[in-house]
């Protein structure tokens, strides 16, 4: 793995470091993150790992490590399309149909539709495919009835991938079908979670008779299972880039403050923080690993499960430093508008959503390490 730039790397590292400096701005509202995404998709800079054809830019893996890290150092807003950025359309594009692909790939880039996935329910978390959602055939389509949780975006989502039973006679991890919902459709109702750091971007999807049509299969029905397995490999092996857009942000914001409070010349302190920035760049040095080994077998793989692991862990490890550096001020509310208490709290769920750390070492024991299955 070489880490240094190629001319072409480079070329496109200054190309949009330059766009970045014209175009950033501050966003917080769902509307102003739209427009955020908006102005990245005139700008040529939405999907950037999507095929050119389907309005990407065929990005290699190491320009989209550059775009991740030019965004960290722009402090630029994070992408609230990044669902379907990241995990539906390139699944689309796999798997979609033609119809598919030109009804929603180009709002997917814009941010003109939002995505989320529905995936979990409230007995069908690490054990995913024990869900029970139902899709009964209904002439030239399906009746959905059943309850997702934990469902990030939902409550600003237009579309849904959703996962269903549509064979209930079936092996669990055969009789499964992936939808592409419409979340305006009648019968779906959406409840928002509100979570301890005061947070409500987790929800619980209710659908109740919810019409929809065959032509929004994606992949073959009752073989949904490899869909979600596509997804998810997209999910994970694109966490490890996207999350440290918000990791290097938010250490570098930490290390400022510690030296505008004078904690920085505690020698305890400076330990603290320096192996906050070593282990983020062991988080930056792995996903060029990986990305180095994708970008030889083409197919995410279990790789990513390591990353996941890493950086949950990894990033409850530096709130827990932030805590001790900046003392009683980090649980005030008004203390830098309450980022710190905010995101120590929040910490607290990297290590259940996207996969447990528990269902990661599994994956990790028996897909990389070739360790027999646990019973």
């Known amino acids: 793995m ?16 330059a766009w970045l400096q014209e175009n950033v701005f501050e966003a917080k509202t769902v509307d102003e993150l739209k427009r955020w995404q908006r102005t990245l998709f005139e700008g040529g800079w939405a999907g950037i790992s999507w095929p050119k054809q389907y309005g990407g830019r065929g990005a290699t893996l190491m320009q989209q490590a550059v775009f991740q890290e030019e965004l960290a150092l722009a402090d630029a807003p994070q992408l609230i399309g990044v669902i379907g950025l990241s995990l539906v359309g390139p ?33 069908a978390g690490s054990d995913l ?16 009835s059943g309850q997702k949780t934990w469902t990030s975006f939902a409550h600003i989502a237009d579309w849904c991938l959703l996962l269903v039973r549509t064979d209930f006679e079936a092996p669990k991890h055969k009789g499964i079908t992936c939808l592409l919902a419409d979340m305006h459709a009648p019968g779906v109702t959406v409840r928002p979670l509100r979570m301890m750091s005061g947070d409500a971007g987790f929800n619980e999807v209710f659908f109740e008779n919810v019409r929809i049509p065959s032509s929004q299969v994606l992949g073959k029905v009752n073989e949904g299972w490899t869909t979600a397995i596509a997804a998810l490999m997209n999910e994970r092996a694109n966490l490890g880039t996207g999350v440290q857009v918000l990791f290097r942000r938010n250490l570098n914001a930490l ?22 920035y070593l282990e983020l760049e062991i988080l930056r040095m792995n996903t060029n690993r990986a990305l180095t080994s994708l970008s030889k077998s083409g197919v995410p793989g279990p790789e990513g499960s390591t990353l996941k692991l890493y950086w949950s862990e990894m990033n409850q490890r530096t709130q827990q430093i932030a805590q001790e550096v900046l003392g009683q001020h980090a649980q005030l509310s008004d203390f830098d508008n309450g980022m710190w208490q905010y995101s120590y709290l929040r910490a607290r769920g990297n290590t259940i959503e996207a996969g447990t750390s528990e269902i990661q070492r599994n994956i990790i024991a028996e897909r990389v390490l070739g360790l027999p299955k646990s019973y």
Do not use: Y
């Not at 002439?139 to 959905?144: L, S």
């Not at 505008?260 to 923080?273: E, F, G, W």
């Open 2 to 17: 070489d880490l240094n730039l190629t001319p072409d790397e480079q070329s496109f590292r200054d190309e949009f470091r």
């Open 91 to 123: 699944t689309i594009i796999a798997m979609g149909t033609d119809e598919q692909k030109a009804r929603h790939l180009s709002k997917i880039l814009s941010g003109e539709e939002i995505w989320c996935q529905g995936f979990s329910e409230p007995n």
């Open 129 to 144: 495919a024990s869900l029970g959602t139902r899709a009964l055939k209904d002439g030239d389509g399906f009746i959905v």
């Open 255 to 276: 290390i400022a403050r510690a030296r505008s409070m004078n904690r920085s010349a505690d020698p305890i302190v400076r330990q603290k923080l320096a192996q906050a």
